[in-house]
């Protein structure tokens, strides 16, 4: 795409080493330790990152199609607008919307895995960090950010991937976000808002590269996941358990950290599929 900045061959990541894998519960005081002793980029390398690259068929498995509001929003857009989807994951928020609007649609994500599926649904994927979008200032129309931002574990780099996202979209363009949130009745005796939540991922996954979703076993984009493999008299094999890191958002919070990034106006807040989520329109270039 033009609007890209040239960043080198598609699909590198560069990684650094994994901690130790750790069973923690949701609001583990050893969780926050992690989190103040300046380590974040490791911290999220090994927490988010690396599962996400161990774990995508599986999850992608089980994300066939955009929420309904997120498929409204995106399907609200008008004919030929640039959309950007920060942390696209496979795609399925935006591989919906390919057909008949001529949008230009750029997945961007750190999982290179993930985002093979979605280049694999048609859409234009390019390995990123959030915190450094690859898209010049004020070329999108409208981006959206579904279910990523709570990943990042500090303050200061969530509200840096806010700001990238507000410095990419031109004056007027539209911005949507969604976020978990600390009220889902999983989390009612967590101790804290950042939380480890643990995947299980399933026996018939393990060992295998990121695919379609159709080729992985996954569902198609129309309907509900497959049903189990039928039983066996093999004896089943061990859990194999990946550990993700979440900042559970409140009410209000995500509005307020928008409020300090600046350059844009809330036009709505609402909850949805376990997200507070937040609809901003930008009011003015953002300042160099």
Partial sequence: LQFLYL??????????????????????????????????????????????????????????????????????????????????????????????????????????????????????AVTSNALALPVPTERADCVISIAMLHHLSTDARRAQ??????????????????????????FAGAASQDVTVPWTLSERFRGKKAKTDAAAGGAPDTGPPPPPPPPSDAAPAAAEVHDRYYHLYREGELEAMLASVGCVEVVRSYYDCDNWCVEARKTAPVPS
């Fill in 7 to 124: 960043i080198g061959r598609w699909g590198g990541v560069s990684l650094a080493v994994p901690m130790p894998p750790e069973k923690r519960k949701y609001g583990d005081a050893r969780l926050d330790e992690h989190l103040r002793d300046g380590t974040a980029e490791a911290f999220e390398t090994a927490h988010v990152h690396d599962v996400y690259e161990t774990i995508a068929p599986h999850f992608s498995a089980t994300r066939y199609k955009a929420w309904p509001q997120v498929g409204a929003f995106v399907e609200a857009q008008p004919a030929g607008s640039v959309i950007v989807d920060v942390g696209a994951g496979n795609g399925k928020s935006l591989a919906g919307v390919l057909a008949g609007r001529q949008h230009v649609l750029l997945a961007t994500d750190a999982s290179t895995s993930l985002l093979r599926i979605a280049a694999e649904k048609g859409l234009e």
């Fill in 161 to 186: 991937a806010l700001r990238e996202m507000v410095r990419v979209l031109r004056p007027g363009g539209m911005l949507l976000v969604y976020v978990w949130s600390a009220g889902q009745k999983r």
